[in-house]
């Protein structure tokens, strides 16, 4: 089955910096990769996603780029602010399988 | 637009109590339906899913068990909680596989057991 490594598991960014979270994949058939923000006390929510035919997105302050070559994808946050600090998810899926999770990514923002 | 709802919010039992979570759904039909626990500072581990009315799927065997009596309704259950089941348990829900999008998940339930 697909196995998704996240890294690095904590990250601490002053204000104002950018912060990147990167995740490998292991099945070059997965085709969808979403991000989750999860804050303290609350359910992972869907930040964005990108799939296989696309190399990059963006959504304001946020961006994820794929590489489908190196199985990897990232997380790019800009311009970070205090409420970015939570701790963030990426996932892998194939078609017709479940979706499979890294091990997260505590982001601590440092004011 | 679809929504999740998730019960209790926070939750206290005795070890040896039963336990019952639920979870439903509105907006779609035929949902996938996950249940997840989190441990303190840990990531999520899927404990069972379900593709449709009665048919579920456990990941690990454990202390827990979980039922779709209905369409919409995702149901976590234990006879005798131990003090390891405590955690912050997600239930989940997503399109057909393949439509092949993420999962949305709901608000969480905080069970201690004491």
């Known amino acids: 089955g697909e196995n998704v490594e996240q890294h690095p598991s904590t990250l601490s960014v002053q204000e104002g910096d950018s912060a990147v979270i990167k995740c490998t994949y292991s099945?070059?058939?997965?085709?969808?990769f979403p991000w989750y923000k999860q804050e303290l006390g609350k359910g992972p929510q869907l930040i964005i996603d990108?799939?296989?035919?696309?190399g990059e997105k963006k959504d304001q302050r946020i961006a994820v780029t794929l590489n489908k070559t190196a199985k990897h994808f990232s997380l790019h946050i800009t311009e970070t602010q205090p409420e970015d600090s939570a701790v963030y998810f990426c996932?892998?899926?194939?078609?017709?399988?479940?979706?499979?999770f890294g091990t997260g990514t505590r982001l601590t923002i440092i004011p | 637009s679809q929504t999740i709802h998730q019960w209790p919010a926070t939750l206290v039992q005795p070890v040896g109590s039963p336990l019952s979570l639920e979870c439903t759904v509105e907006?779609?039909?035929?949902?996938?339906l996950y249940w997840y626990r989190q441990a303190a500072g840990r990531g999520l581990q899927l404990l069972f899913y379900?593709?449709?009315?009665?048919?579920i799927s456990s990941e690990v065997p454990q202390n827990l068990s979980a039922s779709r009596p209905q369409d919409r309704q995702f149901i976590l259950s234990s006879k005798k909680l131990l003090l390891s089941d405590s955690g912050f348990y997600l239930c989940a829900w997503s399109e057909e596989p393949r439509a092949n999008y993420g999962y949305t998940f709901g608000s969480g339930t905080r069970l201690t057991v004491v």
């Open positions: 099945d070059s058939a997965s085709n969808y």
């Open positions: 996932a892998a899926r194939l078609i017709n399988e479940k979706l499979t």
């Open positions: 907006g779609t039909s035929n949902p996938n």
């Open positions: 990108i799939r296989s035919n696309v």
């Open positions: 379900s593709v449709g009315i009665g048919q």
